[in-house]
């Protein structure tokens, strides 16, 4: 097997490799590849003979099925969990929170956001957990992205997985309302003009 470059990537949890993605798990000592997604360049990847070159993306990470919660400072790429499949329900309901590059005082170059990750997380636990429960659920995902955010990009991405379409969109309101209640994460906008604003 040809040798590998594999470089850790500070903050973002991807790997930049030469190789087929079957020989990099490999490498990685990963055996059991059911239950995990990878993909390259922000697209889900099913044949594991794909090869990677030069400064391709690869990220691997557990599928949505079994659900998740996390606070993360990447890029948010909701495509991967679009793309999975999910044929043993009716519904899959998304929801994507943009930072917004106009508000009433100037154009917004990018939001800061700060959290206690350990107490965000168990918030998010907690929510994702009564959201299945109260709204009969297959399952949720909720991610919310901290650090520097600019504008366009996502900030919170919810998943609702429901047998049927009413329960996954009450239960995607719900979630989305309960962050912005319930969770302690803070925010502060950053103007083109140089402007700081805690919010």
Do not use: Q
């Not at 998740?68 to 400072?73: A, M, N, W």
């Not at 309101?173 to 103007?191: C, G, L, Q």
């Amino acid at each position: 097997m040809e040798d590998f470059l594999i470089f850790w990537d500070s903050g973002k949890r991807d790997w930049y490799f030469d190789g087929s993605l079957k020989e990099l798990l490999e490498r990685l000592g990963v055996r059991e590849i059911d239950g995990i997604n990878v993909a390259v360049n922000h697209e889900l990847k099913r044949d594991l003979s794909t090869r990677v070159h030069g400064e391709d993306l690869v990220a691997i990470f557990p599928s949505f099925s079994g659900g998740s919660v996390g606070i993360v400072r990447e890029r948010i790429s909701p495509e991967p969990f679009l793309e999975a499949g999910y044929s043993d329900v009716g519904a899959l309901v998304a929801f994507l929170g943009i930072v917004r590059g106009e508000s009433d005082d100037g154009h917004i170059d990018k939001i800061f956001y700060d959290c206690y990750p350990e107490i965000a997380e168990k918030e998010l636990i907690r929510i994702r957990e009564e959201a299945i429960r109260k709204f009969g659920l297959r399952d949720a995902l909720i991610l919310h992205r901290v650090g520097d955010v600019p504008a366009g990009d996502i900030s919170l991405f919810v998943l609702t997985k429901s047998t049927h379409r009413k329960e996954a969109f009450e239960a995607a309101k719900w979630i989305v309302d309960e962050v912005k209640r319930s969770v302690a994460i803070w925010k502060k906008e950053v103007f083109s003009d140089g402007r700081e604003r805690w919010v």
